[in-house]
């Protein structure tokens, strides 16, 4: 085979993935049992947060990446195979991690639904280097990234003293820094000239691509709420947070539309602006959704938001890409990673106000703030090993001159239709 053609995987990858589905097999077969409580009064709810879950990792976050327009296979495709892989790895590790071993792991649909929200902090940062991996690299990335974010929950349970719901509160943070480092390893060494054939050519978007991604969009839009009321267990809690999520999405919404018809000299507006932008409100409200205790509140936080995602769409690709040469085109910095980091600083403000006055406020502070460090700093580490893991010869990586093209990765029946 020539140059231009990627590296063959049909040895590599049934090898790993089959073994590894294997030794899954019997893990669950020796060390885990069903839950065989009689009575579960919120089995009800938390199926519907389960499948709330679902439709978010496998539909929203799988067409939100979809809109390249020689990508779109690849890109709905492996976030399944990615998310199916990280539930079986996050179930057991939240397992043994969270539960007293008794000999065996007792799986309730509750940890079925953490594992689900744990998968999709590798779904997030896949974002960031889909177009450049293949599948045997995101399986690596999987069990790599599920293995830490568990280890930064367990870190906030053991250390902090949080509970489930702000264990969960930087997961966009941690994802997105992770995705990036691992981004800018993979991009590191490719020669300049194939960075900008690459951007030139492939990462283009295409109309009829462009309006499945809005699908994903809309998808992650309306279970935006649900994704940020699960885990809390007071009923006023859960409340706030779905009403608080709803003011910030609206806000942030609105606000990336008017925004990017503002930058544009003929008032068009930009489809990426609409595709990421209008969820950068659900992410900021996630820390603080159920602490929140006026509309306006929430809602300036999405107006924030929504400036903050345009402003960096606009700002960093130009500037902070170029300088480290990270490629970034699903905007996994500007959707997840900025109105994460918006986030983590308005949770720590409200504490503080919260509990002015009292003797212990700044320990409360010191401790809020050392849970956001902690989780970029685990993000920005972790995905940096994982880059550098990434870029092994062993995994059989596409050339440079097949990134962002599912030819390198899918059969073809008519090769020549659609290229």
Known sequence: MGSNYPRSVRCCLPLCVLTLEAAFILIFAFFTSYDTSPKDKKLLGTYQALQDFTIMAALGLGFLTSYLRRHGWSSVAFNLFTLALGVQWAVLLDGFLSQPFHGKVTIKLSSIRLATMSAMSVLISAGAVLGRANLVQLAVMALVEVTAFGAVRLTYKQVFKMDDHRSMTHIHVFAAYFGLTS????????????????????????????????????????????????????????????????????????????????????????????????????????????????????????????LISIGGARCLSVCFNHVLEIQDPSGVHYTFGLPGLLGGFSYIVLIVLEASGNPGTGFMMLMDTGALSFALAMGLVSGLLTGFLLKLKIWKAPRAAKYFDDQAFWEFPHLAVGF
Do not use: R
């Open 183 to 306: 981004a800018w390893c993979l991009s590191s060494s490719l020669p300049k000239e194939a960075k900008k054939e690459v951007q030139a050519e492939k990462v283009q978007m295409a109309t009829s691509p462009s309006l499945f991604a809005m699908l994903g969009t809309l998808f992650l839009w309306m279970f935006w709420p649900s994704f940020n009321s699960a885990l809390l267990d007071l009923p006023n809690e859960k409340k706030n947070a779905v009403f608080n999520t709803y003011y910030a999405l609206a806000v942030s919404t609105v606000t990336a539309t008017s925004v990017s018809a503002l930058n544009h000299h003929q008032g068009k507006i930009n489809v990426t602006d609409i595709h990421n932008a209008v969820l950068a409100g659900g992410v900021a409200v996630g820390a603080s959704c159920h602490l929140i205790s006026s509309p306006w509140i929430a809602m300036v936080l999405g107006l924030l938001a929504g």
